[in-house]
């Protein structure tokens, strides 16, 4: 655009600002062009070494219609400080424009474990970093009179200045420290000796006499208890160091005792327990119920977190980010052994309900009373599908401007679970008007895997699929008449049956391949949550 004389008779789209014909700014080896059409909103810069980040302001103005010789001007101030303030008219201003480094104060108001999840877990870690903005302003008079306007700051200084009528450009500069960390830590189960008191003694056997059934013995017997105990806990061990603004910390010596309040916040210790429920639910079929689970034995993660990052200004965009690299091993991220119970699924598919519903509300018995002639089960029952394995990760991770986030699978990005099914039930009841045994039995043994999936950019999913889960399973059942005044039960249309006029009976064992679980690709499923 070609800029007209101050007052020019031309009036049109092409009519150029009264006053000002050009404005750039310059961040460090950045330009910045205002002429006559739009400017940049903000700008981010790192003060490097605390020497400040220079700024040159290039202010060209044209003869102003009000002859006012103040007219263009430009105010840069931190609304922070009052002494920042500096106004500019034609000509070429320098400006440092520095970090507050008193707001390195954030070192004592974040502990280790803080820092660890906010700063070096954190995909976006420029939203928490402080910052000192400088707000930058280029106004015109258009032949008005300048006003007066007070400028308070954070500091309690309240200045009047006279600013041009017409703000033409408006802009943040934001100038962040030169930061980095490093660290090098572990997180496992470690054990402790604790010495019990006296009351603490007391305590625990009042306990343990009220679950006996004993609570009128208060808590006596309380001294022969063991004064000391093992407990095992989640500890925390290594090196985190940081520096920002030319102030250095050492959380190191701090990290156990953070740790102790505040684990729950590192999300990656979690993800066992999401891991577990993750194949738990996977396991459960839909069609036959819910499987209950009846134990789940854990291996606590010995979580290893080695890496650095540094804030930098990206070449090419000349954005902020952090570039980091390292590593986050999971040894194991899931140890584990979860045993679910098949029994009551299997009962509905093989139409069995009855006979195994009865079994189970027996159990409680026992084979003494049945043996004795009294209405009483008993069972050696097993029927479980049981999911084991350690599954262990490295993932090394690195961060540009171009992709924040970047996953880069170590080793076998695959891990192995082995599904076994067991199978033993043989029960005996009876019930009233009927003798019976039953006798269920299977094998399989399938393949289970937790994979890694990072299809999504920036998003690192861990998945569970499998090859297919089939047992081979058969019942037998016998039913034979307890005596003249009874007769049999419910029983037909059970497979294996074999009635006889005897105290039990004995039939061939009748094999059935029940598909627990279709095969489940890696792809197709849904059992999946995010690791990062």
């Not at 474990?113 to 070096?120: A, K, Q, S």
């Not at 962040?176 to 604790?194: C, L, N, R």
């Not at 991770?397 to 082995?418: G, I, M, T």
């Amino acid at each position: 655009m070609t800029s007209l004389t101050a007052g020019s008779p031309s009036c049109n789209c092409k009519n150029p600002d009264t006053c000002i014909h050009a404005f750039t700014l310059k961040v460090k080896d950045r330009t910045f062009a205002y002429k006559q059409n739009g400017f940049i909103d903000s700008v981010d810069a790192i003060d490097e070494g605390g020497k400040g980040v220079p700024l040159s302001l290039t202010l060209t103005g044209k003869a102003c219609v009000s002859h006012n010789p103040k007219c263009p001007q430009g105010e840069i101030y931190s609304i922070d400080q009052s002494k920042t303030l500096k106004t500019f008219n034609n000509g070429v201003t320098n400006y440092p424009a520095r970090f507050d480094s008193s707001k390195v104060r954030f070192f004592d108001r974040y502990d280790s474990i803080d820092f660890l999840v906010d700063y070096v877990l954190a995909k976006d870690v420029k939203t928490v970093m402080p910052k000192t903005a400088y707000m930058l302003h280029v106004g015109q008079c258009k032949g008005e009179a300048f006003v007066q306007k007070p400028l308070t700051f954070a500091d309690g200084v309240s200045q009047i200045i006279n600013l041009a009528p017409s703000g033409t450009v408006w802009a943040n500069i934001n100038v962040y420290p030169d930061f980095k960390w490093e660290t090098s830590v572990s997180i496992g189960v470690g054990q402790t000796v604790d010495e019990y008191s006296d009351r603490q003694l007391k305590q625990q056997q009042r306990a343990q006499n009220t679950s006996a059934g004993m609570p009128q013995r208060g808590h006596r017997g309380w001294t022969r208890r063991p004064r000391y105990g093992i407990t095992s806990s989640l500890e925390i061990e290594g090196k985190l160091t940081a520096k920002m603004a030319g102030i250095s910390q050492d959380y190191s010596g701090s990290l156990k005792k953070d740790f102790e309040r505040k684990a729950q916040r590192i999300s990656l210790i979690n993800k066992s327990m999401q891991a577990i429920d993750t194949v738990t639910k996977a396991l459960s079929t839909d069609d036959v119920g819910k499987i209950k689970v009846l134990t789940t034995e854990i291996i606590f993660p010995k979580l290893e977190i080695k890496g650095s990052g540094e804030l930098k200004e990206d070449a090419d965009t000349k954005t902020l980010y952090i570039e980091r690299q390292g590593s986050i091993g999971l040894a194991p991220l899931v140890g584990m052994k979860i045993t679910l119970d098949l029994l009551q699924a299997f009962a509905a598919w093989y139409r069995a309900d009855v006979v195994l519903a009865a079994v189970r509300e027996k159990l409680a018995s026992g084979e003494q009373s049945y043996q004795e002639g009294g209405n009483a089960a008993f069972a050696g029952m097993k029927f479980e599908l049981v999911a084991e394995g350690e599954v262990a990760f490295t993932l090394a991770f690195k961060s540009d401007a171009k992709n924040k986030w970047e996953w880069q699978k170590v080793d076998s990005a695959e891990a192995k679970l082995k599904l076994t099914i067991e199978a033993n039930v043989r029960a005996g009841i009876r019930i009233y008007i009927a003798n019976g045994a039953l006798t269920v039995g299977g094998k399989a043994v399938a393949e289970g895997c937790l994979g890694l999936d990072n299809s999504i950019k920036d998003k690192l999913d861990l998945v569970f699929y499998h090859n297919g889960i089939v047992a081979k399973v058969y019942v037998n059942y016998t039913v034979g008449l307890a005596s003249k005044s009874e007769r049999v039960s419910q029983s037909q249309g059970l497979p294996g049956r074999n009635t006889s006029t005897g105290k039990s009976g004995k039939s061939d064992n009748i094999e059935k391949e029940w598909i627990i679980h279709d095969k489940l690709e890696k792809k197709d499923s849904t059992a999946r949550f995010n690791l990062a």
